[in-house]
């Protein structure tokens, strides 16, 4: 018989080792032994333990093991490759390290293949290491991580929303429409009225997407044109400067970035046309990454508290670690627009009014 492809029972729940135990007509200590112990077992027995743990998919989980016992004091999070550097995440991971620290934990860190979330490398990590739980991020459409570790009972923590699907377990994220909406608020308190909005394809990020409904939700709340003020790019600055060209074609004041890797697409294009980001487009990004204090001018950001992520993270951790059954936690951390010299007062009112009146 094949073997089943998630470990859970007819009814939906996880496979128990008693249920192995009832299939195979032996004890549960049987079942314990055959799994950590073989060589106590006589070799039909082992044979017949094991062929019920295949056939019901059963896999136990060594953090669920340990905690009976002891805690390991290791969390696992899971490195996945990107073709640039991404300073969002090492800040979070620095943030999640010492708050882990000062709750007497370690990071185990191990590599994730890229191309999205998978369960690569976690179900390895379970099998030879005595992790107590799991840190998760990059959690996007479709990803199978959240259900795979709930079914198995292993507590884990998101940094980021589940975006599609059934709730499951506890997460922390950052509202990045609070601070898309916060940015339109601002340009629009300096006179700006044709403000547009440079973000990732729809639907490939509910981040991206997050982001950019916070834009259309100002923009709407002012009365204020989206038509022909979106563009779609890939994260990468190339492809900004070619999408934020009909955006500027089409005379906006203003460009509100996704990220700061697109904010610097549009510098580009700016400064190819002659422009001057800040004095002829106001231009403000969003992750407030290293580089945007030093550019010249000064990139306006949209800043995720990280260092509280990482914090809230732990917490809920190992609140899930002590207490199973509780009540799944979410948190939506409001993010700060740090303002610098990208962004500049509009002069002139009778351009205000134009666009009022479109």
């Not at 979070?92 to 860190?109: C, E, K, N, P, V």
């Not at 996007?140 to 599609?164: H, K, M, N, T």
Request: overall charge neutral.
């Amino acid at each position: 018989m094949p073997r089943s492809s998630s470990s859970s029972s007819a009814k939906g729940g996880p496979v128990t080792l008693a249920m192995v135990a009832r299939r195979a007509g032996v004890s549960s200590q049987t079942v314990s032994n055959a799994i950590n112990s073989p060589d106590m077992l006589r070799p039909e027995t082992l044979e017949r333990v094991r062929r019920v743990i295949d056939e019901m998919g059963y896999r136990p989980s060594r953090a669920a093991q340990t905690l009976r016992t002891r805690s390991s004091k290791l969390i696992g999070y899971g490195i996945q490759p990107t073709p640039a550097s991404s300073p969002v995440l090492d800040r979070f991971l620095h943030a999640l390290s010492q708050a882990a620290d000062d709750a007497g934990y370690r990071i185990l860190l191990f590599a994730s293949p890229p191309g999205g979330p998978t369960l690569a490398g976690y179900e390895e990590l379970l099998d030879q290491h005595e992790v107590d739980g799991f840190v998760l991020s990059g959690t996007e459409r479709g990803d199978p991580r959240q259900a795979w570790l709930a079914r198995r009972g292993v507590p884990f923590v998101g940094f980021g929303r589940i975006w599609s699907g059934r709730q499951i377990g506890d997460w922390v994220d950052v509202d990045g429409a609070a601070g898309t909406d916060a940015a339109v608020e601002h340009l629009v308190s300096l006179g700006h009225r044709k403000i547009a909005f440079l973000g990732w394809e729809r639907g490939s990020s509910g981040a991206g997407d997050d982001r950019a409904e916070g834009w259309q939700r100002a923009m709407h709340r002012h009365g204020l044109a989206t038509r022909g003020r979106r563009a779609q790019s890939v994260n990468d600055i190339d492809a900004a400067r070619t999408a934020v060209k009909p955006l500027l074609d089409a005379g906006v004041t203003a460009v509100i970035a996704a990220s700061d890797m697109l904010a610097l697409g549009c510098y580009q294009t700016l400064r190819e046309r002659g422009a001057s980001p800040g004095l002829d487009v106001s231009v403000i990004g969003f992750d407030d990454s290293p580089t945007a204090g030093i550019l010249f001018p000064a990139l306006a950001s949209v800043a995720q508290p990280l260092e509280e992520v990482g914090r809230q993270c732990v917490r809920l951790l190992l609140a899930r670690i002590a207490t199973r059954d509780a009540v799944p936690e979410r948190l939506l951390l409001e993010p700060s627009l740090v303002v610098r010299d990208s962004v500049r007062a509009l002069g002139g009112g009778d351009a205000v009014e134009a666009d009022l009146a479109n």
